[in-house]
């Protein structure tokens, strides 16, 4: 029942808020669904329902961690959307940037559209069937392209059409992806199949054939891989980011990338299960040390704020998908690693749109003095970028150096030093952004100006306050979820006796290189 | 080689090279309106258990979507953006039509050597699902107009949806409704989503859609 009110609250609200006039009872609407929200995902920790509608919809930790994130940078992103709506509600905007007069979209779409994509997030992280998965990875997309154009303006524009392209093509290709997979999942004589239901599959994972498997979690990591921001599939995640409002950004870029990561953790589980880690797990680790390389480059050379956050989003999706195909202890990492980084991601978003509003100017070059201008979000600003780089005592170095660890115990050398070094290269590239912001004198131009206001600062203060608190003290309920996760992704009897046995684990090894005739593209 | 199945998809190659070769857009919209109705009556075709209500009602409410309404709203979009043609393609026509034959042939290889768990009811269907795919992508990676790119999504949609009915065991019905569901609202925001650039540029080419770059 939860389950099932968990999906349909926020659609409703959405459906309520398209039609609603009164922007009072609109914007009460917003925080009241997400308070809703979190409270019931806050009881699925006390108490776990089981599944419902012919165990399609079920929650497992896997889907419980990401939802909490879902629900919890929701509740942020709608108290920080009341003071940003307020900012906007003049009916003709000035870019400052190029000069031209913009109107938004009605206030009515935008909240209509913020509870529909709460609505389709909600549906991916407690769908266990694949194929309401992809339902509801394509209805994220959906849901939140107008929200992408809420200033509406040639940029802005720009990145909703990238947006809605690039991201409705590769999930067609996952699609696909569900297709193949239930080819794979179809025996000999055509005649017993195993439904796309995810411990269903796991069940019966030792008859799924192999070949089709593996083209299917090609399909399928394509596919997410381009919602999820992975390099090179990520060409469209610094303009949505950079172009849509913060309270957007900060929901995309926490929320939105890691429900198209549980996707692809779904089929790598399936891939542990059939004994296909050792195919499944270096593509990970390969599209992950691209990802950490590619936003090496480009925050090094970065002239905007929101797109250098951006890219630094393309990098932490980068050090999950290592950590995972790390396996092991990695797993735990990047499981405590998607929640540092959500919340610190999404309180430098919110920061950043305090700084928009007051400077309003996104060049790192038009935005100096904010130490006088706007104290608070200075301090978030430095705090922010400690937390983001994987500096002690925040969360992301306790998650971080879990991840370099799995690296080195695996004797995994090469990942462990393009891994340091991309880190170390990125905090370089972003200590020299954020500080020179954060310093120096006002700025020669003048922007519109408008001081931080206690509602805005509330949430970037109590996400980063999280995630501090994660970096001295992991709970115990998050703790044992994390663990619950890394062991559902360990393989079960044959990687130990590969562990145990060196001549198990060349012949494991020696899979992996025979070439697959069958499927050679 | 003459089952309905096999014309069907027969059809469905020859109007992947069409649509490669034309430039009119209402031309294009109409191939693509013809090729996803034939497609959708394709799960009627194939099924071995006959006509059950559960095929009849997924048959009709996609043939209705991809025959009917995808080419309403498009021809919506391209008369409020008032264009008619595909201006300076990236590849042009010829060289289009030439890729489309490769891409084909190499797909009818690449299906040779793709050994399937079960017997599909055609030979032709693996190919031509392949065919249609990389036909699709080309499409919109070779277009510059917008509604050509949406175009080409459908081509690659209806690729993907002949290897789904013709090889895949049946999806839950909430579930193919719901993919049908995410392909309609998907053309409706993308159609909404041309509108605004042409009232924003004038017109629908997406070459001035390069401003945001690093």
Same mark, same amino acid.
């Given at each position: 029942?939860?389950?099932?009110?968990?999906?349909?609250?926020?659609?409703?609200?959405?459906?309520? #808020?398209?039609?609603?006039?009164?922007?009072?009872?609109?914007?009460?609407?917003?925080?009241?669904?997400?308070?809703?929200?979190? #409270?019931?995902?806050?009881?699925?920790?006390?108490?776990?329902?089981?599944?419902?509608?012919?165990?399609?919809?079920?929650?497992?930790?896997?889907?419980?961690?990401?939802?909490? &994130?879902?629900?919890?940078?929701?509740?942020?992103?709608?108290?920080?959307? &009341?003071?940003?709506?307020?900012?906007?509600?003049?009916?003709?905007? &000035?870019?400052?940037?190029?000069?031209?007069?913009?109107? !938004?979209?009605?206030?009515?779409?935008?909240?209509?559209?913020?509870?529909?994509?709460?609505?389709?997030?909600?549906?991916?992280?407690?769908?266990?069937?694949?194929?309401?998965?992809?339902?509801?990875?394509?209805?994220?997309?959906?849901?939140?392209?107008?929200?992408?154009?809420?200033?509406?303006?040639?940029?802005?524009?720009?990145?909703?059409?990238?947006?809605?392209?690039?991201?409705?093509?590769?999930?067609?290709?996952?699609?696909?992806?569900?297709?193949?997979?239930?080819?794979?999942?179809?025996?000999?004589?055509?005649?017993?199949?195993?439904?796309?239901?995810?411990?269903?599959?796991?069940?019966?994972?030792?008859?799924?054939?192999?070949?089709?498997?593996?083209?299917?979690?090609?399909?399928?990591?394509?596919?997410?891989?381009?919602?999820?921001?992975?390099?090179?599939?990520?060409?469209?995640?610094?303009?949505?980011?950079?172009?849509?409002?913060?309270?957007?950004?900060?929901?995309? @870029?926490?929320?939105? /990338?890691?429900?198209?990561?549980?996707?692809?953790?779904?089929?790598?589980?399936?891939?542990?299960?059939?004994?296909?880690?050792?195919?499944?797990?270096?593509?990970?680790?390969?599209?992950?040390?691209?990802?950490?390389?590619?936003?090496?480059?480009?925050?090094? %050379?970065?002239?905007?704020?929101?797109?250098? /956050?951006?890219?630094?989003?393309?990098?932490?999706?980068?050090?999950?998908?290592?950590?995972?195909?790390?396996?092991?202890?990695?797993?735990?990492?990047?499981?405590?690693?998607?929640? !540092?980084?959500?919340?610190?991601?999404?309180?430098?978003?919110?920061?950043?749109? !305090?700084?928009?509003?007051?400077?309003?100017?996104?060049?790192?070059?038009?935005?100096?003095?904010?130490?006088?201008?706007?104290?608070?979000?200075?301090?978030?600003?430095?705090?922010?970028?400690?937390?983001?780089?994987?500096?002690?005592?925040?969360?992301?170095? /306790?998650?971080?150096?879990?991840?370099?660890?799995? #690296?080195?115990?695996?004797?995994?050398?090469?990942?462990?030093?393009?891994?340091?070094?991309?880190?170390?290269?990125?905090?370089?590239?972003?200590?020299?952004?954020?500080?020179?912001?954060?310093?120096?004198?006002?700025?020669?131009?003048?922007?519109?100006?408008?001081?931080?206001?206690?509602?805005?600062?509330?949430?970037?203060?109590?996400?980063?306050?999280?995630?501090?608190?994660?970096?001295?003290?992991?709970?115990?309920?998050?703790? !044992?979820?994390? %663990?619950?996760?890394?062991?559902?992704?360990?393989?079960?009897?044959?990687?130990?006796?590969?562990?145990?046995?060196?001549?198990?684990?060349?012949? /494991? @090894?020696?899979?992996?290189?025979?070439?697959?005739?069958?499927?050679?593209? | 080689?003459?089952?309905?199945?096999?014309?069907?998809?027969?059809?469905?190659?020859?109007?992947? =090279?069409?649509?490669?070769?034309?430039?009119?857009?209402?031309?294009?919209?109409?191939?693509?309106?013809?090729?996803?109705?034939?497609?959708?009556?394709?799960?009627?075709?194939?099924?071995?258990?006959?006509?059950?209500?559960?095929?009849?009602?997924?048959?009709?409410?996609?043939?209705? +979507?991809?025959?009917?309404?995808?080419?309403?709203?498009?021809?919506?979009?391209?008369?409020?953006?008032?264009?008619?043609?595909?201006?300076?393609?990236?590849?042009?026509?010829?060289? $289009?039509?030439?890729?489309?034959?490769?891409?084909?042939?190499?797909?009818?290889?690449?299906?040779?050597?793709?050994?399937?768990?079960?017997?599909?009811?055609?030979?032709?269907?693996?190919?031509?699902?392949? $065919?249609?795919?990389?036909?699709? =992508?080309?499409?919109?990676? $070779?277009?510059?107009?917008? =509604?050509?790119?949406?175009?080409?999504?459908?081509?690659?949609?209806?690729?993907?949806?002949?290897?789904?009915?013709?090889?895949?065991?049946?999806?839950?019905?909430?579930?193919?409704?719901?993919?049908?569901?995410?392909?309609?609202?998907?053309?409706?925001?993308?159609?909404?989503?041309?509108?605004?650039? $042409?009232?924003?540029?004038?017109?629908?080419?997406?070459?001035? +859609?390069?401003?945001?770059?690093?």
């Amino acid at each position: 029942m939860i389950l099932l009110a968990l999906i349909l609250v926020p659609t409703l609200a959405g459906g309520l #808020a398209f039609a609603m006039r009164a922007k009072m009872w609109r914007r009460t609407l917003l925080i009241a669904t997400a308070l809703v929200h979190a #409270a019931l995902t806050a009881s699925l920790w006390i108490d776990r329902p089981g599944p419902v509608l012919n165990q399609w919809l079920a929650v497992d930790s896997l889907g419980l961690l990401f939802l909490s &994130i879902v629900s919890g940078l929701f509740l942020a992103s709608a108290v920080y959307s &009341i003071a940003y709506l307020r900012e906007e509600e003049a009916a003709r905007h &000035i870019d400052r940037e190029e000069g031209f007069l913009f109107s !938004n979209e009605p206030e009515a779409v935008f909240v209509g559209c913020l509870l529909l994509f709460l609505a389709s997030m909600t549906m991916v992280t407690l769908s266990h069937h694949l194929g309401l998965l992809w339902v509801g990875i394509e209805g994220t997309t959906l849901a939140s392209a107008p929200l992408i154009y809420f200033h509406r303006h040639h940029r802005s524009l720009e990145a909703t059409w990238k947006y809605i392209l690039i991201c409705s093509v590769g999930i067609a290709l996952a699609l696909m992806g569900n297709f193949v997979l239930s080819v794979a999942t179809t025996s000999p004589d055509g005649r017993h199949e195993i439904p796309l239901i995810v411990h269903r599959l796991l069940e019966n994972a030792g008859r799924i054939r192999v070949d089709w498997l593996r083209a299917a979690f090609l399909f399928f990591l394509v596919g997410y891989g381009t919602k999820m921001g992975l390099a090179p599939l990520h060409t469209w995640l610094p303009d949505a980011h950079s172009e849509a409002p913060s309270p957007v950004s900060a929901l995309l @870029s926490g929320a939105l /990338l890691n429900c198209a990561f549980l996707g692809i953790l779904r089929v790598h589980q399936l891939c542990v299960a059939a004994g296909e880690a050792a195919f499944s797990s270096p593509l990970l680790i390969l599209f992950g040390v691209l990802s950490l390389t590619v936003a090496a480059v480009f925050i090094m %050379r970065q002239t905007d704020i929101k797109r250098m /956050l951006a890219y630094s989003s393309v990098e932490h999706m980068g050090v999950q998908v290592i950590g995972v195909g790390l396996g092991g202890a990695g797993v735990f990492g990047a499981m405590l690693h998607s929640v !540092n980084h959500s919340l610190t991601k999404a309180a430098l978003f919110l920061t950043a749109g !305090n700084i928009l509003a007051y400077f309003g100017r996104k060049r790192v070059d038009e935005v100096s003095g904010m130490n006088r201008a706007l104290p608070t979000s200075a301090v978030l600003w430095i705090a922010g970028f400690l937390a983001i780089t994987g500096s002690p005592p925040f969360g992301a170095f /306790l998650s971080e150096f879990t991840i370099l660890k799995a #690296a080195l115990d695996g004797e995994r050398f090469v990942v462990a030093v393009l891994y340091l070094v991309m880190l170390a290269l990125i905090f370089v590239g972003m200590a020299n952004i954020f500080l020179r912001m954060a310093q120096g004198g006002r700025p020669k131009t003048k922007g519109p100006g408008a001081r931080e206001t206690p509602l805005a600062l509330l949430s970037p203060v109590l996400l980063l306050s999280c995630t501090l608190v994660l970096g001295l003290y992991v709970p115990r309920p998050l703790e !044992n979820v994390c %663990r619950d996760v890394q062991s559902s992704l360990e393989t079960p009897a044959r990687a130990r006796a590969a562990a145990e046995k060196p001549e198990a684990r060349t012949v /494991l @090894s020696h899979s992996t290189v025979r070439p697959n005739r069958t499927l050679k593209k | 080689m003459t089952s309905p199945s096999d014309i069907i998809l027969v059809l469905v190659i020859l109007i992947n =090279l069409l649509l490669l070769g034309t430039g009119r857009l209402r031309s294009c919209i109409r191939a693509v309106a013809v090729q996803g109705a034939a497609i959708g009556l394709l799960p009627l075709l194939v099924s071995s258990a006959g006509f059950s209500p559960r095929l009849t009602l997924v048959a009709v409410v996609s043939v209705a +979507l991809k025959g009917f309404v995808f080419p309403w709203l498009l021809f919506r979009s391209m008369r409020s953006a008032n264009v008619r043609h595909e201006v300076d393609p990236v590849i042009g026509y010829t060289a $289009s039509i030439l890729a489309g034959v490769v891409l084909t042939g190499a797909s009818f290889w690449m299906a040779s050597r793709l050994q399937l768990p079960i017997v599909p009811v055609s030979d032709l269907v693996l190919p031509v699902a392949l $065919s249609t795919i990389l036909c699709g =992508l080309l499409l919109i990676v $070779s277009r510059r107009q917008a =509604l050509s790119q949406v175009v080409g999504y459908l081509v690659l949609e209806n690729g993907i949806y002949i290897f789904g009915t013709a090889l895949a065991h049946e999806e839950p019905l909430l579930v193919e409704m719901g993919i049908l569901l995410d392909v309609f609202v998907a053309v409706l925001v993308m159609g909404v989503a041309v509108f605004h650039i $042409s009232r924003e540029f004038d017109h629908i080419d997406v070459d001035h +859609l390069a401003r945001l770059k690093d």
